[in-house]
């Protein structure tokens, strides 16, 4: 991804943290669809979400993928890169219009990205399905197996194995 267009979404996120941070109307929209969302995305620069993507690309390699919690889409951008299709599901409108300047810079043909919630998502025959949040982990994880068979938590995952990744900037705000 350019410079430019990393530039843009940075100032996309920090103008929609700044707008919906404890605003009414987000807190309606969630209340009224009986979701849940910390408003704070965990990958949200395209340098760590390769990094993620590297972490589970052994796992993902040619199969069918469901990602719970795609924020603005830049992990299931890079996942895409090695998966056989990618479905991205992502509950919060707030970030598809950032997710747009995502797709231009980088979206592949073998993405497909659905605004909803995940439990009412059509039925997707996937291979694996993960989500990477530090938030409403056990909901989507319930969700995530209604996709696969095989499920990763890839935060937890990636806490466990290396307790540094909680540190790093800008994995967390």
């Known amino acids: 991804m350019s410079a430019a267009v990393a530039a843009e979404i940075k100032a996309m996120l920090d103008s929609y943290y700044n707008t919906m941070d ?3 109307t987000v807190e309606n929209y ?3 669809h009986g979701t849940e969302s910390a408003v704070i995305l965990t990958n949200y620069e395209d340098e760590r979400a390769g990094l993620v993507a590297d972490y589970l690309r052994e796992r993902v390699a040619g199969k069918i993928v469901v990602e719970i919690g795609a924020g603005i889409g830049l992990l299931a951008c ?7 299709r990618v479905y991205a599901i992502e509950v919060d ?5 950032v997710f747009v300047w995502s797709l231009y810079a980088k979206k592949p043909a073998n993405l497909t990205f659905i605004l909803g919630k995940a439990e009412e ?3 997707i025959a996937a291979d694996v399905a993960f989500f990477c949040t530090h938030s409403g982990r056990e909901s989507m994880y319930r ?5 696969a068979p095989e ?23």
Do not use: C
């Open 151 to 173: 499920v990763i938590d890839v935060y937890a995952e990636l806490l466990k194995d290396d307790p540094k990744w909680h540190d790093l900037e800008p994995f967390t705000r």
């Open 30 to 32: 969630h209340a009224r």
């Open 121 to 123: 998502a059509p039925p």
């Open 143 to 147: 969700a995530a197996t209604r996709f």
């Open 22 to 24: 404890g605003n009414q």
């Open 93 to 97: 409108p707030a970030w598809s219009s």
């Open 78 to 84: 890079h996942v895409a890169m090695d998966a056989r």
